[in-house]
């Protein structure tokens, strides 16, 4: 994680992440950078996910990924990180467009002790 001496950030700066949000690093710093009061936004990459198949052992294994892909989703949201899909370049444009009710939240700060 980021520590107070050495954040990376401009008070008030805001953070647009372009992530496949795979790494727990990545989610770890993501949701540090929102809580010392940067407004962050999340733009997934992945552009694929693991093949599908008929084997039923291998469709469940599909079906949770996906549905902790979607838990992750909702958490981040739920600390008021929006996160939006970018598959392709040209997804930038619709992606942005859909986090422009976020970009006045402001995330609480944390106290310090």
Do not use: Q
């Amino acid at each position: 994680m980021i520590d107070a001496i050495s954040d990376p950030l401009p008070p008030g700066a805001s953070a647009v992440v372009f992530s496949p949000l795979l790494d727990d690093r990545a989610i770890g710093a993501i949701t540090d950078l929102h809580h010392r009061g940067h407004p962050a936004v999340v733009l997934d990459t992945l552009a694929t996910e693991p093949p599908a198949s008929a084997r039923t052992a291998e469709a469940l294994a599909l079906r949770l990924w996906r549905l902790d892909r979607a838990a992750l989703r909702v958490r981040l949201s739920g600390h008021g990180i929006p996160v939006a899909d970018l598959r392709s370049p040209e997804d930038l444009d619709a992606a942005v467009a859909g986090l422009r009710p976020y970009r006045h939240r402001r995330p609480a700060r944390r106290s310090r002790s």
